[in-house]
């Protein structure tokens, strides 16, 4: 136990669905904290003996071979649900499953630092969306932890890799594949600063997947189906899936290994199945074909081909079966790194967050930007013919956008006299917004009386602790409303809050405020009447890219429109100075 009074410690946590563990920064380095059992892996598992005594690790784990109806495995799949997971009778939510193995490694923690450890960093799968992230600080909040930051698992393993190698300036792939979850990231690296470019995912893919299938193929070797097999049988399922999780393992290293089958209640017989790599190939066809989608997409956002990609970082355990590591040197031409181990990365990554975050004095040359991993905007109405449509999505912050971001899109009423609008706000990537993912909404009300299309200017800002603030602007009636969603970052303060949103003023940029501006786009539009027809279409064209980067509140975006602006009325003889626009 930490001595009374004791300083609290950050610790940097990998909350994973089959193993979790947990880093300190110190002596200008992050290192893993070893459990009770000495292990710097802790299962995650949850179970409940007979007398009621919950057991977390590797006593749930093994107790999971025995009675799988007293244990819980996996649930960081369910993170973000309402789904319950009833164990020995009484039923658990994901984060309170997830908050006992955090107290756990909190408790690991104290007892190897002699210190109270009082926050924490905790890494979550970069394609987690708001609800999964909301459960995880949930949970963290529920262990008695202050949770920091949450932190993307492809960034805290690149945060590693790039502490290792501060001089470094490439590109960087991140390809993590875990237990229960899949990621790939595109990033650069350059002079001690980790710029994410894109990031893409599956959270329902992983290592648990290619053990199924092994234990599928085993069960229909004897005329079973895996399914049935676990109702009827749980006590061989549990022993076979066991068995298939350590074949799985070796087929890493032979190219053949036997599985011992069990019996009806669970205990081995001498009954064999072989198992080869061609078979975990063949049944996982399927499963490599979805990670093929995901690392698509983040070549595709990032704006780089295979080829444009320096070196490529396998994360995750998964990533040690050949078949793997396979695929992605089929597809990305060239052979993964692990310079790491794939299971300690992602957390000796959120050590090195929670150094920055404690400020120590060995980290401060390194940057660290991030991106949205989705994309956020508004539901608005389409006009089909003489008919309206409702429920379709607008983006306003794109997926792989920089953050913290500020971004503004302007909308119209769509009724004459229409005097409120109901701003709905979403996260998400498809067309309709019913199959986005709903955050909150903001009430737009008391505007003037006049015909269908007053424009409503919506800007969003978004910081790094996963606030969104909501703003809309109605140019006719000079009303501003405001609303800041923060469901997905419980454990905040509001004057945790205040001082964010106040903080994120800094992020905003308001160029078509700026009187300035305005009067260069009247000299402009001035200008454009008094030219002949064959130099127009050169200013109409750079004032139509000045007038959107006005609206899209992008500063290096704006401020190249501008230049490019300046340039062609000066070439066209009609240079403007500040008081000239009349």
């Not at 909040?141 to 690149?158: D, F, K, S, Y």
């Not at 299938?213 to 009827?232: D, S, W």
């Not at 996963?466 to 602007?473: D, K, M, R, T």
Request: hydrophobic share 45%.
């Amino acid at each position: 136990m930490p001595p009374p009074g004791a300083a609290g410690r950050i610790i940097g946590i990998d909350l994973g669905t089959t193993h979790s563990l947990c880093a300190v920064f110190e002596g200008g380095r992050a290192r893993l904290v070893r459990n009770a059992s000495g292990a710097v892996l802790t299962p995650s598992a949850v179970g409940v003996l007979d007398d009621g005594q919950v057991v977390v690790g590797a006593a749930a784990r093994e107790l999971g071979v025995t009675r799988p109806e007293r244990v819980a495995r996996c649930f960081k799949r369910l993170m973000g649900t309402d789904q319950q997971v009833t164990i020995a009778g009484k039923s658990f939510g994901a984060p309170q499953l997830s908050a006992l193995v955090l107290r756990a490694l909190k408790a690991d923690a104290e007892a190897d630092l002699g210190a109270t450890v009082t926050d924490a960093v905790i890494t979550v799968p970069a394609y987690f969306n708001d609800h999964q992230r909301q459960a995880t600080r949930l949970a963290g909040q529920l262990a008695g932890l202050t949770v920091r930051r949450i932190l993307n698992e492809p960034t805290a393993a690149a945060l590693a890799y790039g502490l290792a190698d501060p001089g470094a300036d490439k590109r960087l792939l991140v390809f993590d594949l875990g237990g229960g979850t899949f990621d790939v990231t595109v990033m650069t690296v350059f002079e001690g600063t980790l710029e994410i470019q894109a990031t893409a995912g599956d959270g329902r893919l992983g290592g648990e997947d290619f053990t199924d299938r092994l234990v599928g193929h085993v069960l229909r070797q004897r005329g079973l189906q895996l399914e049935a097999a676990e109702a009827l049988e749980p006590l061989r399922v549990a022993r076979l899936r066991a068995e298939c999780e350590r074949a799985k393992r070796a087929l890493g290293e032979a190219e053949q290994v036997d599985v011992r089958l069990p019996d009806a209640q669970g205990a081995l017989t001498d009954d064999r199945v072989a198992l080869t790599r061609a078979t975990l190939t063949e049944g996982a066809r399927d499963l490599l074909d979805r990670l093929r989608a995901p690392l698509e997409r983040a070549l595709r956002d990032a704006g780089a081909g295979p080829e444009q990609v320096d070196e490529v970082l396998l994360v995750g355990g998964a990533t040690r079966m050949p078949l793997v590591s396979a695929f992605v040197r089929e597809r990305l031409g060239k052979e993964p790194l692990c310079g790491f181990d794939p299971d300690e990365v992602v957390a000796l990554g959120a050590g090195v967050q929670a150094g920055l975050v404690a400020q120590d004095a060995a980290l401060e040359d390194v940057v660290l930007t991030d991106v949205c991993p989705f994309s956020l905007g508004v539901e608005v109405v389409k006009r089909f013919g003489d008919r309206l449509q409702q429920g379709y999505f607008l983006p306003v912050i794109h997926r792989n956008t920089t953050i913290p971001v500020s971004r503004e899109e302007v909308v119209s009423t769509v009724e004459p006299n229409q005097q409120q609008v109901r701003v709905r706000i979403y996260q998400g990537e498809a067309r309709r917004v019913e199959e986005n993912l709903r955050l909150g909404e903001l009430e737009v009300t008391g505007l003037p009386p006049g015909p269908a299309g007053q424009q409503i200017l919506l800007r969003f800002t978004y910081d790094l602790n996963g606030i969104l603030e909501v703003e809309a602007l109605v140019p006719s009636a000079g009303k501003r409303f405001q609303t800041v969603i923060t469901r997905h970052v419980k454990g905040l303060s509001d004057e945790e809050v205040r001082r964010a949103v106040a903080a994120m003023a800094e992020v905003k940029f308001y160029p078509r405020d700026d009187v300035h501006n305005q009067e260069l786009l009247r000299f402009g539009e001035r200008v454009v009447g008094e030219l002949p027809p064959i130099d127009r279409e050169a200013l109409e064209a750079a004032l139509d890219a000045f007038e959107t980067a006005l609206a899209a509140g992008d500063r290096e975006g704006f401020d190249a429109a501008r230049q490019a602006l300046l340039v062609t009325l000066s070439a066209l003889g009609h240079p403007f100075a500040e008081g000239a626009g009349g």
